[in-house]
């Protein structure tokens, strides 16, 4: 079993920044791969970014590349979310969810989420 908890979520002006953590309880989050989607409100949940188990390997949504960084430190068992340059698109809850590959966070299924923190961005 593996809990996420998300934090770092907040208002702030567009053009900013912000960084949200996921810190994850168990013994398998070094094994796992990690990923941030986003939910904004009357729009489906959408994938931004995953981070392989080891780190080495990184996928972004084409909407955030170059603006959002996902990173992760095994021995905190914390995964990352830089984001700069923000939007008021970005406005949405940012959830982690954790899986056995990228792949198979890309579709979706991971196997355990997180409830998310709010990010807002004002015009």
């Known amino acids: 079993q593996v809990q996420l908890v998300e934090s770092g979520g907040g208002l702030v002006q567009a053009g900013g920044s912000l960084r949200l953590s996921c810190a994850a309880s168990g013994r398998t989050f070094s094994s796992s791969a990690m990923g941030w989607f986003r939910q904004a409100p009357g729009k489906e949940r959408e994938f931004v970014a995953t981070?392989?188990?080891?780190?080495?390997?990184?996928h972004y949504g084409d909407y955030v590349k170059g603006r959002f960084t996902i990173s992760r430190d095994n021995a905190k068992n914390t995964v990352y979310l830089q984001m700069n340059n923000l939007t008021p698109e970005d406005t949405a809850v940012y959830s982690c969810a954790a899986g056995s590959t990228t792949l198979v966070l890309r579709l979706g299924r991971g196997s355990y989420w997180g409830q998310g923190t709010q990010v807002t961005v004002s015009s």
């Open positions: 981070i392989s188990s080891n780190g080495g390997t990184t």
